[in-house]
């Protein structure tokens, strides 16, 4: 965290070279641990991942949008976007 308390945020643009989406994923670190991941699309509004974690590094919170519904990620998922 930043002297005022705030986290750390790495953020990851991806835009394919050729058409595609552009993908935003934001890495927030709280007191030097991973607290969240969120990516997000530029385009397609209603696709995304959100993941949250605990102190001890665990998932508290997970969700995949897709456009008609939302699902759980699997564990090998979760590690991947560690």
Known sequence: DTAQHEPQTILNVYSP???GDTIITRYEFQQGQLHLIKETHATK???GVMLRFDEG???SFMQRQLPERREKLSSDEIERYK
Do not use: E
Request: hydrophobic share 35%; proline share 0%.
């Open 45 to 47: 509004t209603d696709l």
């Open 57 to 59: 590094g665990n998932v």
């Open 17 to 19: 070279y050729f058409g």
